[in-house]
């Protein structure tokens, strides 16, 4: 696989990094008080994984070139809460106060939101949906042609989760869902987004379709297929996606992935940038590998 390029923006990329152009000269006014960062807006995303010959695969997308943000870039399916997100919807798994408490947030509904995003966003990207006729079933193949009106429905915010599920009398299933990181977009982007990364095991009977309208391409790919990938330049992806193939690694199946979810580390990883003689010095805490230093000409090292 080739790195995408094409974006009007001219995005620069070292390795696989996505990295827009902008950045180093909204950093000086950020540092110089003379931008207002925008309100990161929750957002959801999903490593959906299912078993290869040698270990998990990872379902990912690539991002149409021509989009505004991360265009080429490879990516997980996901995206923003919708409001109505939060309606009440038939649940199953951990309460939403503990889902509240894993995932950092004070008010239950908030954390009911969020994991509904991570569903619906998945089903709508990817075809896959985590929700049963009972609390311990999932739905079989979603892939006739009324599912996929139901879907096109969702995307096109004609139809509400909650009034998705009712209809067809399901439970949604977030005991199959295990929450796996947190990133925020930088101060100084346009687009902010507050993202909650989970992982999930494709269901039994379910697959994946290239269904969304934001990709022109998806890919099952091992993880430390695609990081290698990317260590030479031909995936692009952003510092979250790259940062959660790497913890994926070590895992021999989507069984034991979904297992250590509870183990991983929730704090939510924010970019940093400070003024260094004429560099700006860009850094995320914790994840060294994405620091860059921008002289004052806007290159990257």
Request: aromatic letters at 8%; proline letters at 7%; hydrophobic letters at 40%.
């Amino acid at each position: 696989m080739s790195n995408a390029q094409g974006n009007d923006r001219q995005d620069t990329r070292t390795n696989g990094q996505w990295y827009p152009p902008e950045w180093p000269d909204r950093i000086r006014a950020l540092a110089a008080g003379e931008l207002v960062p925008v309100e990161p807006r929750r957002a959801a995303t999903v490593l959906l994984l299912r078993d290869g010959e040698t270990g998990p695969d990872v379902h990912m997308l690539r991002r149409r070139t021509s989009m505004a943000f991360a265009g080429g870039a490879y990516a997980y399916p996901g995206g923003g809460v919708d409001p109505r997100d939060e309606h009440p919807v038939r649940w199953a798994g951990p309460s939403l106060a503990d889902w509240a408490g894993r995932l950092g947030l004070d008010d239950p509904a908030q954390a009911q939101a969020v994991v509904c995003a991570a569903v619906r966003e998945t089903f709508e990207e990817a075809g896959v949906l985590l929700a049963g006729q009972t609390p311990d079933t999932v739905v079989g193949d979603t892939t006739g042609d009324d599912w996929e009106r139901d879907r096109r429905a969702l995307v096109a915010r004609d139809l509400s989760f909650a009034d998705f599920l009712d209809r067809r009398g399901l439970v949604l299933r977030s005991d199959l869902l295990g929450a796996w990181a947190r990133w925020i977009t930088p101060e100084f982007e346009r687009r902010r987004y507050d993202t909650w990364f989970f992982v999930a095991a494709l269901p039994a009977g379910q697959r994946t379709r290239d269904v969304s309208g934001e990709a022109d391409r998806t890919v099952w790919i091992r993880p430390a297929e695609a990081a290698a990938g990317y260590d030479r330049g031909e995936l692009t992806m952003m510092p979250p996606t790259i940062s959660t193939l790497r913890t994926l690694e070590p895992y021999g199946s989507a069984k034991e992935a979904l297992a250590a979810a509870a183990d991983q580390d929730m704090t939510p990883v924010l970019a940093r940038a400070r003024l260094a003689g004429d560099e700006v010095v860009l850094s995320w805490p914790g994840h060294e590998e994405f620091t860059k230093r921008v002289p004052a000409g806007g290159r990257d090292d």
